[in-house]
């Protein structure tokens, strides 16, 4: 009776896992397997982005394949510069409350260069637009003829702190064989004005691009600067020791730079 029962139990998860292979749902692993497309594509990838902005998914070589068409599209729209502009405002509403400046020049303020002066998206768009593993040679290659356009938000940005007396470093993992490249893409841009430009020189190549950009803000710190704050497109740019009193984070969803 017993033995009965239990081939009977048997033979029904027999039938039903058939039953359960017949049916298209029942095999999550077949499920997972079908390209994603339309809305649950895009779900995908904007959620791929925003973990990516908010520093969850980090120290991705290459933008997921089928998220390219995605991001590439973003980086070229309008609500990436809404993105943008908003991140800049948040700024502004911070600098007219933020700081008593004592007018002895130092107090300072911190930007990125690329993708937060100046934009690397065009450079991008020829190559794949994040979905090509990074290739130095040719991106430096781009960066020395000069042709990033600014981010004009972040433009505006910059002056404004610059007529509000704080002195504007610049931290860029740019090397410094890229410096006079760097400068005229800068002043031809309409950036002008700033008190130090810092690229990487041969022993900084092997460091982490956190340590390296932390070790500028130390070397600013013990000449006496107050850092209030710094606007980047890398969380590498804030993180480590010290920081500033605030920082704002431009989206970027090209490449990380850890
Ligand atoms: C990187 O770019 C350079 C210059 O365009 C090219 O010669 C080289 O083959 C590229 N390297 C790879 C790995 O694609």
New binding site residues.
């Given amino acids: 009776m017993e033995m009965a029962r239990n081939s009977l139990f048997l033979l029904g998860l027999v039938v039903s896992l058939l039953i359960g292979l017949g049916s298209a749902d029942w095999n999550i692993l077949n499920h997972r397997k079908k390209p994603l497309s339309g809305s649950s594509l895009k779900n995908y990838c904007e959620s791929w982005r925003i973990n990516v902005e908010v520093n969850n998914i980090r120290g991705f070589e290459v933008v997921p394949e089928e998220c390219i068409e995605y991001i590439g599209k973003y980086m070229t729209s309008s609500q990436y510069k809404a993105d943008c502009q908003r991140a800049v405002e948040e700024c502004q509403l911070y600098l007219s409350s933020c700081c008593t400046l004592k007018g002895d020049g130092k107090d300072a303020w911190i930007f990125d260069v690329d993708d937060t002066l100046i934009s690397t998206v065009p450079y991008f768009k020829k190559h794949g637009f994040g979905g ?2 990074l ?4 991106l430096e ?1 781009w960066m020395k003829k000069c042709k990033a356009p600014a981010l004009d938000h972040t433009l505006r940005l910059f002056h404004e702190i610059r007529e509000k007396g704080f002195k504007i470093f610049l931290i860029s993992i740019r090397r410094e064989s890229l410096r006079d490249a760097t400068v005229d893409n800068l002043i031809k841009e309409g950036y002008h004005g700033w008190s130090r430009l810092v690229l990487r020189d041969l022993q900084d190549e092997n460091k982490h691009v956190q340590n390296y950009k932390a070790e500028a803000r130390k070397r600013l710190v013990s000449e006496g600067y107050r850092i209030w704050g710094i606007i980047g497109d890398q969380w590498s740019s804030f993180d480590g020791s010290p920081s500033a009193k605030r920082t704002f984070k431009l989206p970027n969803s090209l490449y990380y730079i850890a």
């Fill in positions: 090509d593993k290739n130095i040679t040719s290659a």
